[in-house]
């Protein structure tokens, strides 16, 4: 395409080079805020209404809270202050899953306080146990 005098061409073509620089520098951006997006503790909350049943095998711990505070590995009492160390030998031996099991009652200081002490121990995934709704009450 010329435009009549001295020589002069003019190009059709878009000039992308401003529009890649653009996309390069907001990329850049979410990689580097992306992960201080994330706060609190990632877990797998089940849904009340499709509850799975735990599993069978023997690869998994139970971290039990009854209604007084008390915290259980399986069947035996820990310390709050041990327990993160007991789950870091226990995860250490390669076994899979880990679920919380607390109490109604229990208040959610204290599991939100149980639950950092799981991710003290290097385990970032696990289970809420929950139980069906009865039937008729809501």
Same mark, same amino acid.
């Given at each position: 395409m010329s435009a009549g005098g001295r020589g002069r061409r003019y190009s059709s073509d878009i000039n992308v080079t401003p529009f890649v620089d653009v996309m390069l520098v907001l990329l850049i951006i979410f +990689? $580097?805020? @992306?992960? +201080?997006m994330t706060e609190g503790l990632d877990v797998d909350l089940p849904r009340t209404k499709t509850v799975e049943a735990l599993p069978v095998d023997d690869d998994h711990l $139970? *971290?039990? *809270?009854?209604p007084k505070g008390a915290i259980f590995l399986d069947e035996?009492? *820990?310390? #709050?202050?041990? #327990?993160a160390d007991r789950l870091r030998n226990w995860a250490s031996l390669g076994s899979? @899953? *880990?679920? #919380? /099991? @607390?109490? /109604?009652?229990v208040s959610y200081g204290r599991i939100v306080d149980i639950m950092g002490r799981i991710r003290e121990a290097g385990i970032d995934h696990f289970g809420v146990v929950a139980e069906r709704p009865e039937q008729g009450a809501r």
């Open positions: +990689m $580097v805020t @992306a992960p +201080m $139970v *971290v039990g *809270v009854d035996q009492s *820990v310390s #709050l202050e041990d #327990l899979k @899953a *880990v679920f #919380l /099991r @607390a109490d /109604r009652g």
